[in-house]
């Protein structure tokens, strides 16, 4: 088992469920017509659409996995795509499932979230809020009249991850239907933050013990996790 493998477990029955009702569907992109990345700053009269307010729904979070299991790579979507959507705000949820060879889990997942914070295509300006495990888009009115699309999105992201060495697939899902439908999401979102917060706790207050600890019971939980705490402190000088 993974760090994430429950967590892993529940999005992929999340995403067999949706396929099997017709609801989900996977995006292609044009691979001859790749969207330009740039760093944007979307003010609000300059907005067309905005994603992932909190009061519509908001959610996004990073799994890694080196088992062999069956995640399909690709974009899928539950939910409107961005020139479908009718209003001006609508709910969204971006999970991200990368799967190959992480030797150190910590370290890969701290480079493939900075990949991810990284990702910019034109004309969207993101907040990621990691302690709540929101993320909040501006998307430009100028974007979306050129026919941006969460494919163009989710290509991105998907491309910026399959950069770095040892990922050997990624899976990106957007949820922009109704906020019931991000729901059953939420938990396995907490606890990829529960566990993340774990490791941070391990690796960057090099604190191993128990008594006291706010993750006590994620450790109890996840033996990966028992594991990994193992490991570190056998390193310790």
Not at 147 to 170: C, F, K, Q, Y
């Amino acid at each position: 088992m993974g760090l994430f493998t429950s967590q892993i477990d529940s999005v992929q029955s999340f995403v067999a469920q949706h396929k099997k009702s017709g609801r989900l569907r996977m995006l292609k992109s044009n691979p001859l017509v790749v969207w330009p990345s740039e760093s944007s700053l979307v003010l609000e009269e300059e907005t067309g659409l905005e994603l992932g307010n909190p009061k519509n729904g908001s959610l996004y979070y990073l799994l890694i996995e080196s088992e062999r299991r069956d995640v399909d790579a690709g974009v899928f979507l539950l939910g409107p795509d961005l020139g479908e959507i009718e209003t001006a705000s609508a709910p969204f949820a971006q999970v991200i499932t990368a799967s190959g060879d992480f030797a150190d889990e910590y370290l890969c997942y701290r480079i493939l979230r900075d990949a991810l914070y990284d990702t910019k295509p034109k004309g969207v300006m993101t907040r990621f809020m990691p302690s709540r495990g929101t993320i909040w888009c501006r998307i430009a009115r100028e974007a979306l009249a050129r026919d941006l699309s969460l494919a163009d999105l989710g290509s991105a992201i998907s491309s910026n991850l399959n950069n770095i060495p040892g990922v050997e697939s990624v899976q990106v899902l957007f949820v922009t239907s109704c906020r019931s439908q991000i729901s059953p999401l939420e938990k396995p979102g907490e606890e990829t933050r529960r566990i993340v917060g774990a490791m941070v706790k391990m690796n960057e207050e090099m604190s191993y013990d128990c008594s006291g600890c706010e993750y006590r019971d994620v450790c109890d939980t996840v033996i990966e996790l028992r594991k990994y705490r193992r490991e570190l402190k056998e390193k310790q000088p």
